[in-house]
Structure formats: C-alpha cells, structure tokens
C-alpha cells in the first residue's frame, strides 16, 4: 500500500523560507511522478509545482514560479517543496501525490493523481 507522508510546515513570518518534504513508502519513488498542491481556505485546491519521474521535467503555477523549487531524491525516497520569501497569500494546506506514469510526463491535473497524502499546513504572518 502506498502512502505519502508531508512534514515540514509551521507557522513563519513573510519573508522566511520553507522546505517541505514527502516521503512515499510502500513503493520506490521512482515509479511515480509528484506534485504539489495547496489548499487555502474557501478555495479550491490548486497545482503548485509537478516533477516527472526522472526529475528532468518540472511545472510550475503562475504563483509558485520564481518562488518555489520543486525535486526529488529517488534514493530517499522524497521529494521536496521549497518555498521563498513567503507571503501571507501562500498560508495554506499543502499536499503531495503520486502519479504512476510514463518517465519524462509531468502531471499537472489532480484527478489524473493516485496517491495523496494528508497534508502540512503552512501559515504566514505578516
């Protein structure tokens, strides 16, 4: 059974960085491309970032580019989120899934997604 685990959110002031992580277990991460989304209050959940298998390929939202860092560390079997100058506007619940899928794809749409994990909340104060 596969299961994916976030860790590394808090609360931080605008300003800070942060780096998420999400580990998979049950299966190697390298059967999987990732990917990123976020949940703020009242909204919809959205894409964030995505990476394919192999790491060669990334996406990014309008929002997070310039600003977040997408990667994968196959042999850990985790992949990354790190985040710059936050804003107030990225406090949100955020979340990682798993998408089983051709090596170079990057998967950008949730429903195409088959695993997700819980979620680390992440909060910024201005």
């Known amino acids: 059974q596969v299961q994916l685990v976030e860790s590394g959110g808090g609360l931080v002031q605008a300003g800070h960085s942060l780096r998420l992580s999400c580990v998979i277990s049950g299966r190697t991460l390298s059967n999987y491309a990732m990917g990123w989304f976020r949940q703020a209050p009242g909204k919809e959940r959205e894409v964030v970032a995505a990476?394919?298998?192999?790491?060669?390929?990334?996406y990014y939202s309008d929002s997070a580019r310039g600003r977040f860092t997408i990667s994968r560390d196959n042999a850990k079997d985790t992949v990354y989120l790190q985040i710059y100058n936050l804003k107030p506007e990225d406090t949100a619940l955020y979340y990682c899934a798993a998408d089983v899928t051709s090596l170079a794809r990057v998967t950008i749409s949730e429903p195409d997604y088959d695993y997700w994990g819980q979620g680390t909340q992440v909060t910024v104060s201005s």
């Open positions: 990476i394919s298998r192999s790491g060669g390929n990334t």
